[in-house]
């Protein structure tokens, strides 16, 4: 137990690690942030029109599909101090954008900040995972990215309450001016940062290509990962349509307003984190194809739970 703790504050005071997790705070503050400000915005100006909610889930969720394997690949290959570095400030360039104008011209243009934003996070949240191993001990390392994911994961809890507040309190302008703000600190952190060993062009580009054409075809050939991957087709499209539903379930279903959306995304967020927990101690007593049945199966009672419940406190639950 004492070497843990003096591991946990060694990590912590490795200012590497402290310039990293202060870039994410940033980060997240203003992903959370645009991803509630811009669908309770969009929800406001269509009367809480279906199709607009979809385009913002669209623009949200399309890019992870085609630009992640992209952006992991890229990853690899490019600084990744530079990559973070400039997705950030482009992202806070967007939304800037993006702010003058909805004061000048039209609202509409809010779709563009998701899209961009997500587009960028592709590349740089690969980056950020490598810069992380990158400046960690060895010894240190299970323990540094345990405490990286426990960070992330939390705010799931607290980011869409604060979305949610600073939207109702402020309204879409302070709202997005907060999130450039948020994505050009996180940059301005990333400056503490030791510069990157320089890469040459022509062998990222050349390595891209070859190491991508590799993992499909080895993904392909493989029998468990070919199986594995259409279970995580089947899976992500349920996760889409349900994430796509949830504000629907909150004020058709359980004739709530929009707000109370964010509780059920903290419930989420919680259960993640114990579910972290628990699954540390039945990993070593189950397979890990048992783990994954038993948890789609319970999921798709849950949901359909969810769908015939009328009650608050039991669609929470």
């Known amino acids: 137990m004492f070497r843990m703790f003096q591991g946990l504050n060694e990590l912590i005071s490795n200012r590497y690690v402290q310039a990293i997790i202060l870039s994410s705070v940033f980060l997240q503050l203003g992903i959370w942030v645009r991803n509630f400000a811009i669908l309770l915005f969009v ?21 992870i599909f085609i630009f992640s394997l992209v952006g992991g690949t890229f990853a690899d290959r490019w600084r990744p101090k530079n990559t973070m570095i400039w997705c950030d400030f482009l992202s806070a360039i967007s939304v800037f954008f993006v702010l ?10 809010i779709f563009f900040v998701t899209l961009i934003s997500t587009i960028l996070s592709q590349f740089s949240q690969p980056s950020g995972m490598k810069l992380f191993k990158k400046h960690i001990p060895k010894d240190q390392l299970q ?10 994961s939390s705010f799931m809890i607290f980011g869409p309450v604060l979305g949610t507040l600073i939207y109702q309190k402020y309204g879409i302008n302070i709202s997005i001016t907060v999130m450039g703000i948020a994505f050009l600190f996180s940059a301005v952190v990333l400056l503490l940062v030791p510069p990157d060993k ?5 062998e ?34 349920a996760v889409g349509i ?11 279903r359980l004739g709530l307003p929009k707000e109370y959306f964010q509780w059920l995304l903290v419930v989420n967020g919680v259960a993640m984190l114990i579910g972290g927990v628990i699954i ?10 048992t783990l994954l049945t038993i948890a789609l199966l319970i999921n ?6 969810i769908a015939v419940s009328t009650n608050w406190h039991l669609t929470l639950s």
Do not use: C, H, R
């Open 242 to 252: 349900v994430q796509a539903l949830g504000i629907f379930i909150v004020i058709e």
């Open 204 to 237: 990222v580009v050349s390595d891209f290509w070859n190491e991508l054409k590799e993992g499909l075809l080895y993904v392909l050939q493989k029998k468990i990962l070919s199986t594995l991957g259409l279970v995580f087709v089947f899976a992500g499209s």
């Open 280 to 289: 540390v101690g039945l990993a070593k007593k189950y397979a890990p194809q």
């Open 100 to 109: 003058l104008t909805i004061i000048y011209g039209s609202w509409k243009a």
């Open 300 to 305: 798709a009672i849950n949901v359909i739970g």
């Open 143 to 152: 323990t540094g990215m345990a405490m990286y994911q426990t960070f992330l």
């Open 198 to 202: 320089k890469i040459i062009k022509d």
């Open 43 to 63: 929800m406001d100006q269509t009367g809480n029109n279906p199709v607009a909610v979809s385009l913002i889930l669209v623009a949200e969720y399309v890019p």
